[in-house]
T-cell receptor, first 110, second 114 residues
Framework: DAKTTQPPSMDCAEGRAANLPCNHSTISGNEYVYWYRQIHSQGPQYIIHGLKNNETNEMASLIITEDRKSSTLILPHATLRDTAVYYCIVRGTSYGKLTFGQGTILTVHP | NAGVTQTPKFRVLKTGQSMTLLCAQDMNHEYMYWYRQDPGMGLRLIHYSVGEGTTAKGEVPDGYNVSRLKKQNFLLGLESAAPSQTSVYFC?????????????FGPGTRLTVL
């Protein structure tokens, strides 16, 4: 599995965009980048995933660099409820194992 | 549609006791997983199943057993609990397929072993 590197913590003001970076320099050509988040010890929640192209859904946008060695998760208008641990994960083996690192603690403040 | 549910939500055991954690999903998913999460850490895979009647070991399988007798249920057993198994346990499920690899997680079971 490709290893990911994320900053341990980030702050964001409510209503502003939150940009969470992730490095995955050893990613293979057929591996997807996934983002999950975990709010206050609840079960992790899927946010978005992508392979090469930028992706957008109702929760967030995912920007993947052309060389695929890094990506950025964008929460366009962060709210207090977005305070959580965000995990960047590169999809591993065929049985779909997710390797969770320590993630980024995002704190959204008023 | 309840998604993924876990029973019980909390449990306190004494060292050496046994217990079974139940995970149920109503999404007709083929794959199911058991993870544990220790304080300040990410989730680690214990065991997983790719279909009814099949199970396999994950990263940290020692001290646990699992069974998948029905497609919708995945049981995690601790035969002789140890304090090192104090953790939060999460179950997850997903459909088969490569690109549709969204895992849906349950709310977790908080286990304390004294």
């Amino acid at each position: 599995d490709a290893k990911t590197t994320q900053p341990p913590s980030m702050d964001c003001a409510e209503g502003r965009a939150a940009n969470l970076p992730c490095n995955h320099s050893t990613i293979s050509g057929n591996e997807y980048v996934y983002w999950y988040r975990q709010i206050h010890s609840q079960g992790p929640q899927y946010i978005i995933h992508g392979l090469k192209n930028n992706e957008t859904n109702e929760m967030a946008s995912l920007i993947i660099t052309e060389d695929r060695k890094s990506s950025t998760l964008i929460l366009p208008h962060a709210t207090l409820r977005d305070t959580a641990v965000y995990y960047c994960i590169v999809r591993g083996t065929s049985y779909g194992k997710l390797t969770f690192g320590q993630g980024t603690i995002l704190t959204v403040h008023p | 549609n309840a998604g993924v549910t876990q029973t019980p939500k909390f449990r306190v055991l004494k060292t050496g006791q046994s217990m079974t954690l139940l995970c149920a999903q109503d999404m007709n998913h083929e794959y199911m997983y058991w993870y544990r999460q220790d304080p300040g850490m990410g989730l680690r895979l214990i065991h997983y199943s790719v279909g009814e009647g099949t199970t396999a070991k994950g990263e940290v399988p020692d001290g646990y057993n699992v069974s998948r007798l029905k497609k919708q249920n995945f049981l995690l057993g601790l035969e002789s609990a140890a304090p090192s198994q104090t953790s939060v346990y999460f179950c997850a499920s997903r459909r088969q397929g490569w690109s549709t690899d969204t895992q849906y997680f349950g709310p977790g079971t908080r286990l304390t072993v004294l």
